[in-house]
């Protein structure tokens, strides 16, 4: 099946650091959306993105929808350790004939003590 | 907590079996997304119902199966189980079966075929 391209893969940081993280489409989407998923639960909603340039924050989380509506970025400021785990970032577009949702491959995150 | 619950949590069956999950979705919701996500393929679309009616259906095989109650509980049929069917199962739900609704995402099932 379609995924989304998701980067890095994978990011060791310290206590405090930002981070940031990409997901590019070859396909247009209509709504960016970016999870956080910890081992063994559900993907939980971060932030959700409805046009095009749209630059939106939750605390410490700050995503854009990029302008050629293939891509779209999260950043992370100031880490602490519940940020740990996967994130994934998500395109949505209902012209492509229904409501199902394109992840990515994920980002995982590990804080190094 | 995002509203969806998902039974059971863990599924532990033998290759040739059949099993159900069951999805409630948020209250006054009315469309439930079926998600498969195993290692090798990430997060992949199942299939989708509206109000009882299924909507679009993705990545599904053709021993799968599902339905959505009057009530809008769904369930999620699986049968002639494979190894490779080892995975985990999410429903999501949102309001309506089109727009840029976002989707909730349950606990998830935990399926493991030996």
């Known amino acids: 099946g379609q995924q989304l391209n998701q980067s890095p893969q994978s990011m060791f940081i310290q206590e405090g650091e930002d981070v940031s993280m990409n997901c590019t489409s070859s396909?247009?989407?209509?709504?960016w959306l970016w999870y956080k998923q910890d081992p063994g639960e559900g993907p939980v909603l971060l932030i959700a993105?409805?046009?095009?340039?749209e630059l939106t924050s939750n605390g410490r989380l700050t995503a854009q929808f990029g302008i050629t509506r293939k891509d779209s970025f999260l950043n992370i400021s100031a880490s602490i350790p519940s940020d740990v785990g996967i994130y994934f970032c998500?395109?949505?577009?209902?012209?492509?004939?229904?409501?199902?949702?394109?992840f990515g491959t994920g980002t995982r995150l590990t804080i190094i003590p | 907590d995002s509203g969806v619950t998902q039974t059971p949590k863990h599924l532990i069956t033998a290759t040739g079996q059949r099993v159900t999950l069951r999805c409630s979705p948020r209250?006054?919701?009315?469309?439930v997304y079926w998600y498969q996500q195993s290692l090798d393929q990430g997060l992949q679309f199942l299939i989708q119902?509206?109000?009882?009616?299924?909507?679009a259906k993705g990545n599904i095989l053709e021993r799968f199966s599902a339905q959505q109650f009057p009530d809008l509980h769904s369930e999620l049929n699986l049968s002639s189980l494979e190894l490779g069917d080892s995975a985990l199962y999410f429903c999501?739900?949102?309001?309506?079966?089109?727009?840029?609704?976002?989707?909730?995402f349950g606990p998830g099932t935990r399926l493991t075929v030996l």
């Open positions: 999501a739900s949102s309001p309506r079966d089109r727009g840029v609704d976002t989707q909730y």
């Open positions: 396909s247009i989407f209509n709504t």
């Open positions: 993105l409805y046009k095009a340039g």
């Open positions: 998500a395109g949505q577009n209902p012209h492509f004939g229904n409501e199902k949702l394109t």
């Open positions: 209250s006054g919701d009315l469309s």
């Open positions: 119902y509206y109000n009882g009616e299924e909507r």
